[in-house]
């Protein structure tokens, strides 16, 4: 069974950071398989994942065992900039992979 | 009596002349000043000479007026196709060409204002398109007579849509590769200042480009709307970038992962050669597989994708076709051709992912360049220069500039005597009667060139005294000076009316010519149908003011 992520659908597309998103995806992979899916930002822009316990960073990451071949996600994410606004548009990147094979997808978030 | 009733009848129609020209020279410039015919920097009278460019020849339909401002018109850009209602401005630069070749350069920025500001003798003509003209129109100033001119015409114009579609596909090539520079740990990340350098860099190329076709691209400043409309096309296509850069990371994981596959088989391979019951068909689809699989760890990029795709995925098939045909029995075969499929499943999925955001990505440029030329580029100029001379050619209408003809009445004070004439009027530089002279600036000195002439004429009224005087020329007297035009078709002026002096002995006829001294006043002939109407026309019918 390939492992494959969906095309990753934000909810809402247009942010004004601080703001939360959602990210709606799923991801087809053989039944039992340890995969690891991670959240990107680019690493020269000014926006950042903010976490929990309000560190911030550019990367998040989620291992887990696909339960079965479809795993829906709905992962939410806080992102905030560190100063003015310097983008219009930003994208993120979700990244699985499991062994040396993996798949990978972007969205595009609006930043108003 | 009747000498005196002659001489009354005489002065009292000078005096209704002088009186009647006065009132129609200052109804003249009432009128004048009133029509105003067009909306351009300068005002342009009624009556106003109007030459056209003549855009195919680069030159104007006629020799250009000296001495008078004038409209300069025409209907179309530089080509006949470009039509008025394509034309947003007109601007003009031009001055005296004083080398008279045709090596004149188009203007600078820094020449523009030159010309602007009036500098040097340069000049500077412009024209706004309010929608309604159906021809444009500028306001030429004064030119000298008998002086070559260049003439510099900016045409500010909206892009046709064969050109918006030209300058759209050349953005297409140059912002993908500013826009791939920005690739930042495989994220495609463009900041606000980012994108104003790639606009910024796009435009500078397209002028430079366009430049060598003496063409111009004005790019707009950006409200917030449009910077919105140029940061959401760039938005859109960096992120059909992104697309395609994730497509070829996930095919860059799979083929690692089938060459780790493929290291396995061959390790497979190699127990089953080593094994007892091994059959050589099997052995020979796994050694093919092998072969396969090294074409299939190298894709095709780019454009290749798209073209030369179909190949590369038949190649895949090909594995996995010798895969099943080499029918191991046991889990570790099983296992290894498991791991391939699945892995060269994955690898298709990919790529055909890949070939379609290449599509894609080329879909997407098209459609945002198309915003980016329509939002940043909104004007497009041609440029083009014109020679152009105030010098007639023609011998016979050349001397109309210096020559003139004029009637008046001269005074001969000593022999208290008022005689008629008719007179040329010399010009020492070419002057054009269309432009007005008026009696204020008269004590400036101002004009004095274009007033002053020297006379020539005759008298046609008798001088002739028995046994004093005889006409020069049968009944005629010749009558030479100068003359100063006080306003535009009255002059004053004085000199000789030459005259033969009999001998004082009547038995002698060596007789001698004498001057006698004259100030006259004189009229235009020009003018002579506004003497007609005097003397004919019943007087309800005289003009009036407007």
């Known amino acids: 069974m390939p492992l494959q992520l969906s095309t990753i659908q934000p909810s809402p597309d247009t942010i004004s950071p601080p703001d939360d998103v959602s990210l709606n995806f799923t991801l087809t992979a053989n039944v039992g398989a ?52 310097a983008n219009t548009s930003f994208v993120l990147k979700v990244v699985v992979r499991e062994g040396l094979n993996g798949d990978t997808k972007s969205c595009k978030i609006w930043i108003s | 009596m009747d000498h005196l009733l002659s001489r009354g009848k005489t002065v009292f129609s ?3 002349l002088l009186l009647f020209c006065f009132q129609g020279a200052v109804c003249a410039q009432t009128v ?32 250009l007026p000296f001495d008078v401002p004038f409209i300069l018109s025409g209907t179309t850009g530089i080509s006949d196709k470009m039509t008025i ?65 260049s003439f510099f015409f900016k045409f500010k114009r909206k892009l046709s849509d064969d050109e918006r579609a030209k300058l759209a596909e050349h953005a297409s090539r140059i912002i993908p590769p500013l826009i791939a520079k920005h690739v930042d740990n495989n994220i495609v990340s463009l900041s606000i200042a980012e994108i104003g350098q790639i606009v910024s860099e796009t435009v500078d190329k397209l002028k430079s480009d366009l430049a060598k076709n003496g063409q111009d691209i004005t790019a707009t400043n950006l409200s917030s709307v449009d910077q ?28 690692d992962a089938l060459k780790a596959d493929s290291a396995e088989l061959e390790k497979v391979l190699s127990r089953y050669k080593a094994s007892a019951d091994k059959k050589p068909e099997h052995v020979n689809a796994i050694n093919n597989a092998l072969l396969l699989l090294k074409s299939v760890f190298t894709y095709p990029k780019g454009d290749n994708a798209v073209n030369k795709g179909q190949s590369y995925l038949d190649n895949i098939e090909r594995v996995k076709a010798e895969l099943e045909k080499a029918n191991i029995p046991g889990d570790e075969y099983g296992k290894v051709k498991t791991a391939l499929t699945d892995h060269l499943e994955d690898i298709t999925t990919n790529f055909n992912g890949y070939a379609e955001r290449i599509n894609n990505l080329s ?5 945002e360049m198309d915003k980016f030329v329509a939002t940043v580029i909104r004007t497009y100029e041609d440029a083009i220069l014109v020679s152009a001379t105030t010098t007639n050619n023609n ?9 003139t003809a004029d009637i008046g009445v001269a005074l001969l004070p000593s ?27 008269l004590f400036t000195g101002k004009d004095f060139d274009r007033r002053f002439s020297l006379m020539l004429g005759l008298t046609y009224s008798t001088l002739a005294k028995d046994g004093y005087r005889e006409n020069l020329m049968s009944t005629f007297n010749l009558i030479t000076g100068a003359g100063l035009r006080i306003a535009d078709f009255v002059k004053v002026n004085g000199g000789v009316v030459w005259y033969t002096k009999l001998n004082t002995n009547p038995l002698n006829t060596n007789n001698t010519v004498r001057g006698l001294g004259f100030v006259s006043l004189s009229f235009d002939l020009q003018i002579k149908t506004v003497f007609h109407k005097l003397f004919t026309a019943d007087v309800t019918t005289i003009p009036t003011k407007p």
């Open chain 2, 395 to 403: 011998f016979v209408t050349r001397s109309n500039s210096f020559i």
């Open chain 2, 228 to 255: 919105n409309i140029i940061a959401k096309a760039m938005g859109d296509l960096s992120f059909a970038f992104q697309q395609r850069i994730d497509e070829q990371q996930s095919i860059s994981w799979n083929i």
């Open chain 2, 415 to 441: 022999i208290g005597k008022m005689v008629p004439y008719l007179g040329t009027n010399i010009y020492l530089r070419p002057i054009n009667q269309d432009r007005p002279l008026f009696i204020k600036d």
């Open chain 2, 14 to 16: 000078f005096y209704f």
């Open chain 1, 34 to 85: 340890d995969y690891i899916v991670s959240y990107n930002l680019a690493l020269g822009n000014n926006l950042y994942f903010q976490q929990t316990d309000g560190t911030l960073v550019k990367q998040l990451v989620d291992p887990g065992t696909a339960g079965g071949t479809l795993t829906v996600f709905n992962k939410d994410v806080r992102i905030v900039s560190k100063g003015p606004k």
């Open chain 2, 32 to 63: 004048t000043k009133q029509k105003t015919v067009t909306k351009t920097t300068n005002i342009v009278v009624a009556g106003t000479k109007e030459v056209t460019l003549d855009i195919s020849g680069r030159s104007f339909s006629d020799i």
């Open chain 2, 85 to 149: 209602d394509k034309i947003i401005a007109i601007e003009c630069f031009y001055q005296i060409n004083t080398t008279r070749k045709d090596d004149q350069t188009i203007p600078n920025a820094t020449e523009e204002t030159k010309y602007k500001n009036g500098e040097d003798g340069r000049m500077y003509a412009s024209w706004q398109n309010n929608g309604a003209d159906t021809k444009w129109r500028l306001s030429i100033k004064e030119l000298m007579p008998n002086r070559h001119y």
């Open chain 2, 363 to 367: 879909k997407v440029t098209d459609a």
